[in-house]
């Protein structure tokens, strides 16, 4: 079955940077696009990231825009979010998502158009 496992997340200062990891298992990684979602403390999950099946197109979140870099490698089934100048308002658990669609030519970033999640890895940022 479908095997999403992040790591990388922890506790770091303001304007430090962490990188992400999300390992997947269990189908064809190649032919599905990836997402990094994100759910901080009392609040609604939201998209960060997205990247297609190729690493060809790739989308971010205006908050996280300029400083954040996804990628993914195909022969490691892995995908990445390496984050920059991270803000206290980063804080929240991350997961990683594989989108529904097989080769879906376009980056979606609604949550019910990913079908399998990661169970998150915490990042937190003090001030």
């Known amino acids: 079955q479908v095997q999403l496992v992040e790591s990388g997340g922890g506790l770091v200062q303001a304007g430090g940077s962490l990188r992400l990891s999300c390992a997947a298992s269990?189908?064809?990684?190649?032919?599905?696009?990836m997402g990094w979602f994100r759910q901080p403390p009392g609040k609604e999950r939201e998209f960060v990231s997205g990247?297609?099946?190729?690493?060809?197109?790739?989308a971010y979140a205006n908050s996280v825009k300029g400083r954040s870099t996804i990628s993914r490698d195909n022969t490691k089934n892995t995908v990445y979010l390496q984050m920059d100048s991270l803000k206290p308002e980063d804080t929240a658990v991350y997961f990683c998502?594989?989108?529904?669609?097989?080769?879906?030519?376009?980056?979606?970033?609604?949550?019910?158009?990913?079908?399998?999640w990661g169970q998150g890895t915490q990042v937190t940022v003090s001030s």
């Open positions: 998502a594989r989108d529904s669609v097989p080769f879906r030519p376009a980056i979606t970033t609604g949550r019910t158009d990913f079908d399998s």
């Open positions: 269990g189908y064809t990684f190649s032919i599905y696009a």
């Open positions: 990247i297609s099946w190729s690493g060809g197109t790739i």
